[in-house]
């Protein structure tokens, strides 16, 4: 089954507008991990919330973990032109070290 | 610190030749590697987990005897694309994940290898 499903697919926003995007999944996770990717390059882990917390907070970026609803949100505050890349959500099962990571949101921030 | 290096960056190739593309975690010890292949504006998909010393673990519809996966140490692991064809043309990236340095399943990920079969 398809885990760690994100919407939206895209998003555009002006500079200093917040960004949420949210991410679901299917079956029992251990945690849950949003990375980001510039285009072209690797991914670059920003936060990782356990299965047993319900929010995270690291600078600009919110990270809640609703259990009961399978479901994730990755919150940017005041929003940069460089936080423009794309964001994927990984859920981390019970195979030690493996995620599975969703579609992806695009953000686009408009100077 | 967790620095993950992947070497080549870039390779083009003919139709039939064989590729390698080493992933190297350059300040820790890994105790595991993933691989996984990117289509443009998708997501990452696992086509396998290597563990150091041991057979590489492939995920479901990766042929095994086309992708080689060789984790020789804690510090390195090689994806061979063998008989590359123009549909293995892709973004193929390497993560590291370490007891150590991980909380719990955090992979530190390799900048990427893009390779294009002409």
């Known amino acids: 089954s398809q885990q760690g499903e994100e919407d939206p697919q895209a998003l555009s926003i002006q500079e200093g507008e917040n960004a949420t995007m949210n991410c679901s999944y299917k079956?029992?996770?251990?945690?849950l991990q949003w990375y980001r990717q510039n285009s072209g390059r690797g991914l670059v882990h920003l936060i990782l919330?356990?299965?047993?917390?319900r929010e995270k907070h690291s600078g600009r970026l919110r990270v809640t973990l609703d259990t009961s609803k399978k479901s994730s949100s990755l919150l940017i505050t005041a929003s940069r032109a460089a936080d423009t890349a794309s964001y994927f959500c990984?859920?981390?099962?019970?195979?030690?070290?493996?995620?599975?990571f969703g579609q992806g949101t695009i953000l686009t921030v408009h100077p | 610190g967790a620095v993950v290096s992947q070497h080549p960056s870039r390779v083009i190739c003919k139709s039939g030749t064989s590729v390698k593309i080493e992933c190297r975690s350059l300040?820790?010890?890994?105790?595991?590697m993933f691989w996984y292949r990117q289509f443009p504006k998708q997501s990452l998909m696992l086509m396998a987990t290597s563990n150091e010393g041991s057979k590489a673990t492939y995920e479901q519809g990766v042929e095994k005897d086309k992708f080689l996966i060789n984790h020789a140490s804690l510090t390195l692991s090689t994806l061979t694309v063998t008989s590359a064809h123009p549909e293995d043309s892709s973004f193929y990236i390497c993560?590291?994940?370490?007891?150590?340095?991980?909380?719990?399943?955090?992979?530190?990920f390799g900048p990427g290898t893009r390779l294009t079969v002409l």
């Open positions: 300040d820790f010890q890994a105790t595991t």
């Open positions: 993560s590291a994940h370490s007891v150590e340095r991980g909380v719990h399943n955090e992979q530190f």
């Open positions: 990984g859920a981390g099962g019970t195979s030690y070290g493996k995620l599975t």
């Open positions: 079956t029992s996770i251990n945690n």
């Open positions: 919330i356990r299965s047993n917390e």
